[in-house]
């Protein structure tokens, strides 16, 4: 029977032509919920998009922060160092001039002099710290080297990388070991320290061992627990075991490519 | 002596020239990048070149690269390398050529003008002047913990001999005796299993041995 022969129609037909409100827009319902299940992204496709964007953000913010302090170092490495560089030999020059030990003006001479090698040296710390042009040019085991030998201890270097890892991992190493370093010698009252990187497959390992007394954690104001964070900026992680009276061992892991 | 800069800070360049023309030297050229620097040497065939590490166009190492083709090209020309900071993978490059009329400087040493002065003559005579920071690197370098071999005050002999001092040098900076340098100079020698020959080249050997071991 045709919808449209009106005399057959029984009474709880509606005319074809407008289906009942409610039903239709339960129908309508239905049906969307349907097309969303089977056509679009589900909750967890909505996540996973979330994360991949997120994760797209934070590298980019790494890789960012990186090449700031790469510019920083340049910028410090082209004009104050070498400023400073020329105000110390002017000054040493002017010193050489004057022999007489007893002249005001010598002493005052001395006393810059004296100044400015100390602030140069210091400003050279502090730019090496910020990020060694030697990393980017020669990689992990060229910089490690500068960090070690400038430790206050004894520390034993081994590093086991074949092929190289990308500028943001090696820049978080290089301030992992530093960082870890700079601890060891402040805090853990320490004979040796050994540090050693490796890397197997696509993750780079960095472990930094001492003797000392132990009882380091990642709790606040500790310098470790800003270590984690750059290590997990970059998808890494990091690991410190410290039994009360030592020896302590911090490991990273990181994936090469982030 | 006969000397060629090259620096590509200008104020450097034109203080390290006044420095160096006032205590005597002759600057016959004074560049601020490496091509530069190899056309100069070529022109002017000098005693000595200075070099800056980072220079144009990359700024990573530019300057060892031409410190190595000088060193292959011209052995006789000295080359002394000043940087701003010294690392050891360059200071391996500079010596795997050899270690005569070789040197290699933080720059902020030629602060300390007559220390910087006699660093170059050693260069240009002949002598290796390594940076003791770059001596510091070296040492951690070593396989095996250097302190089980030399004494602290044997590896401070050593290192002064690696910064190019003489018997003398090394008895003034530590405040010893003559004899005493001696006593820990052929002590160092037996420990690192150096045959006796002439002294000075068994004083290079010693340095070279225990850094590269």
């Known amino acids: 029977m045709g919808c449209g022969s009106a005399s057959a129609v029984p009474y709880w037909r509606w005319p074809c032509s407008s289906p009942p409100p409610r039903v239709a827009s339960g129908l309508a319902r239905t049906d969307e919920a349907a097309a969303r299940t089977l056509l679009g992204p589900s909750r967890s496709d909505e996540l996973a998009l979330q994360v991949e964007s997120l994760a797209r953000s934070r590298a980019d913010i790494v890789a960012a922060t990186d090449a700031e302090r790469r510019r920083i170092e340049r910028d410090l490495h082209d004009g104050a160092q070498q400023r400073l560089v020329s105000l110390a030999m002017n000054l040493g020059m002017a010193r050489a001039s004057l022999t007489d030990a007893s002249d005001p003006a010598r002493q005052a001479i001395e006393a810059a002099h004296d100044e400015a090698s100390r602030a140069l040296a210091e400003l050279r710390e502090f730019v090496r710290g910020l990020h060694p042009a030697v990393l980017n040019d020669r990689g992990l085991d060229a910089a490690l080297s500068g960090i070690v030998a400038r430790a206050p201890l004894p520390v034993k270097l081994r590093v086991d990388v074949e092929t190289r890892c990308s500028p943001s991992v090696e820049a978080v190493a290089y301030f992992i070991v530093s960082e870890a370093l700079t601890n060891v010698a402040k805090h853990a009252d320490a004979a040796h320290a050994e540090v050693t990187v490796d890397r197997d497959r696509d993750r780079l390992r960095v472990r930094i061992t001492d003797d000392g007394r132990g009882g380091a954690s990642d709790g606040g104001g500790s310098g470790l627990r800003g270590l984690a964070q750059r290590a997990a900026a970059v998808d890494g992680t990091l690991t410190v075991y410290s039994p009360a009276g030592g020896p302590t061992t911090i490991t990273a892991e990181l994936p090469c490519e982030s | ?213």
């Not at chain 2, 700024?59 to 292959?72: C, F, N, P, S």
């Open chain 2, 1 to 213: 002596m006969r000397i060629v800069i090259a620096e590509d800070s200008v104020l450097l360049r034109a203080g390290l020239t006044t420095l160096l023309t006032d205590a005597g030297f002759d600057v016959v050229a004074a560049v601020p990048d490496a091509d530069e620097l190899l056309r100069a040497v070529a022109e002017h065939q000098p005693d000595l070149v200075l070099i800056d590490v980072r220079m144009p166009p990359t700024h990573t190492d530019e300057g060892i690269r031409a410190a190595l083709v000088i060193r292959r090209q011209y052995p006789e020309v000295a080359v002394l390398v000043l940087s701003q900071y010294v690392e050891e993978s360059y200071a391996t490059d500079l010596l795997s050529i050899g270690t005569s009329s070789v040197g290699y400087l933080l720059k902020d040493r030629v602060a300390q003008v007559s220390d910087f002065l006699d660093a170059l003559r050693r260069v240009a005579a002949g002598g290796t002047v390594l940076d003791p920071e770059v001596v510091a690197q070296l040492l951690v370098r070593r396989r095996d913990d250097p302190t089980d071999r030399l004494t602290p005050r044997e590896q401070e002999v050593l290192r002064l001999m690696a910064e190019g001092r003489s018997n003398n040098g090394i008895t003034d900076a530590l405040r010893v005796s003559p004899s005493a340098v001696e006593k820990y100079i052929s002590s160092i020698f037996a420990k690192l299993d150096l045959p006796p020959t002439d002294t000075d080249h068994r004083r290079v050997l010693a340095v070279l041995r225990y850094l590269r071991a």
